[in-house]
């Protein structure tokens, strides 16, 4: 688990009437009744569905969102959790929205089958920030998302370069159901195809499951001892099991020394970087869990507030694409090796500064 977990999460509170906080004698208690207050917040509740709590890269982000929520950005209701599990997500969503959310940020899992859920939402007239994935179908607020296709490209080209095009790598997929784990997928294997075809590509597909990972890498290094390289599309699922792995077989050799597989990763969590730092894995591409709770919070507050959105730059380095159904915050997501590991801009460098 992560060092930064916070204790206790800022659940919503119901706001005490005028006349209940007239009675109260002292300034500060009367500035205690209007804390979190709807005025400050686009005059609504927001509902907030965390997607799973088994990763390092969702732990984060949660803990991030609290944080958020602690120093007044939304007026949110009690956190809620779907488990990786779409029946869930819709339940919790109902649930939240008979508490009275005006607004709902989520990041399903399952990109196709929320698309029932999203059209509930939109007949009535409540607005979706959805964080991390995009819906295939249905409308949305906003997407508050890295370019996952250049996720892939980046991996493929770095891959590619350090092994100067040549040998044999395989790739852990995550769920294809996901469009995350589709544009990864895609992208990764389009690059490779295309600038390094003297690269063989073993696709290992995951579901996002540590432990099948884990099976079909030992399956793939007893048929290819030699293998030269590894992607990883989520280091906060795979990263532990197949450090673990590789370490048993005797294969996890420092960066730079003979028989070590190069590996590059996605999420820029802190173990990854420390697994930088000591040699173990090459790179990662940081997705910027702190901004995605950040942002995710401010959209959902922009809705509240009636504001319309348009593609184009955003002052915070990112663009805004329109899609099907809304528009995308592109968020940068660095490529992160032993040059840049220790830079203090990076979100999991930032960590125990935040306690």
Not at 4 to 24: E, K, M, Q, S, Y
Not at 65 to 72: L, P, S, V, Y
Not at 79 to 108: H, R
Not at 205 to 220: N, R, Y
């Amino acid at each position: 688990m992560l060092r930064n977990t916070v204790g206790r999460a800022p659940f919503g509170r119901h706001r005490t009437t005028a006349a209940a906080c007239a009675v109260l004698l002292s300034a500060a208690a009367l500035a205690g009744c209007n804390r979190g207050g709807g005025s400050d917040s686009g005059g609504g509740k927001v509902g907030i569905d965390l997607p799973r709590s088994d990763t390092d890269f969702w732990n984060s982000y949660q803990s991030y969102i609290q944080k958020d929520i602690e120093n007044g950005a939304v007026d949110a209701l009690p956190l809620t959790n779907s488990q990786n599990d779409i029946g869930k997500l819709a339940s919790n969503v109902q649930a939240l929205t008979d508490q009275g959310a005006k607004a709902i940020v989520m990041a399903p899992q399952d990109t196709g089958a929320v698309a029932e859920t999203l059209r509930r939402l939109s007949d009535k007239k409540i607005p979706v920030v959805s964080v991390d994935t995009r819906p295939d179908k249905g409308k949305v607020y906003m997407v508050v998302r890295a370019d996952n296709v250049a996720y892939g490209t980046k991996a493929c080209e770095y891959l590619g370069g350090q092994l100067k095009g040549k040998g044999t790598v395989a790739e852990f997929e995550g769920d294809l159901s996901s469009i995350n784990g589709r544009d990864r997928s895609r992208a990764f294997k389009s690059c490779m195809d295309k600038k390094y075809p003297g690269i063989k590509v073993i696709e290992l597909a995951t579901d996002w499951k540590g432990d099948v990972a884990s099976s079909k890498l030992q399956s793939t290094l007893a048929a290819n001892p030699h293998l030269d390289g590894l992607y990883m599309q989520a280091g906060g699922v795979f990263l532990a099991p197949t450090l673990s792995l590789l370490q048993q077989k005797h294969l996890l050799k420092p960066a730079g020394t003979k028989g070590h597989i190069t590996i590059i990763s996605n999420d820029g969590i802190p173990q990854e970087l420390d697994a930088i730092r000591k040699g173990q894995i090459d790179a990662t591409i940081s997705q910027p869990a702190d901004l995605y709770a950040k942002y995710a919070l401010t959209y959902a507050k922009d809705a509240l507030e009636g504001k319309k959105q348009k593609a184009g730059p955003t002052d915070h380095d990112s663009t805004i694409v329109k899609i099907p159904g809304g528009f995308e915050d592109q968020l940068p997501a660095p490529l992160v090796t032993r040059k840049n590991v220790d830079d203090p801009h990076l979100w999991a460098n930032q960590l125990d500064k935040k306690k």
